[in-house]
């Protein structure tokens, strides 16, 4: 039987543990020492005017996972196309980027990095993820193939074209 701590995956059966760590509970006005988003009202906004003060300071989700290095999005883009219109991805990306972050501030892309034709391209959340590639699935066409991760808390994705 599952604990507060373990849930059973509905398509193995199997219990799987969650890797809870207790945080101590944010009060209003907790500014994110690292990209000074604010709490407020139980969520994490950019909307942050002057003339309100830090009450404290603490990581978001976001950033933690940043620093703990456990991102849920990795996202490969590969192939003839990407390579000769890179530019042009890059900007849809960071626009979809953008557009998501508006809505959802804890969903982010926290690595790009190119090699060989191929880019890499790391996000906080698996939302951002799902919605890169299906903007480039809309825009530009090609094979998109999405593989979650076995407590869908995790997602990888390649589109080539």
Not at 29 to 57: F, H, Q
Request: proline residues 2%.
């Amino acid at each position: 039987m599952a604990d507060a701590h373990s849930r059973q995956d509905q398509r193995t059966g199997k219990t799987v543990e969650k890797n809870i760590k207790k945080k101590p509970a944010l009060v209003d006005k907790t500014v994110c020492s690292e990209c000074g988003g604010i709490y407020l009202n139980g969520e994490w906004i950019w909307d942050r005017t002057d003339d309100e003060e830090a009450e404290a300071y603490a990581l978001c989700p976001a950033c933690s996972k940043e620093e703990e290095e456990m991102l849920a999005g990795q996202i490969e883009l590969k192939g003839d196309f990407y390579r000769t219109h890179a530019e042009e991805v890059e900007r849809k990306i960071r626009d979809i980027e953008n557009e998501e972050r508006e809505l959802h501030p804890l969903e982010r892309i926290v690595a790009y990095d190119v090699e060989d034709g191929h880019a890499f391209i790391a996000t906080s959340g698996i939302r951002l993820a799902q919605k890169i590639g299906e903007g480039l699935y809309r825009s530009f066409k090609g094979d998109l193939i999405l593989d979650y991760g076995p407590d869908d808390t995790k997602i990888a994705l390649r589109w080539e074209r």
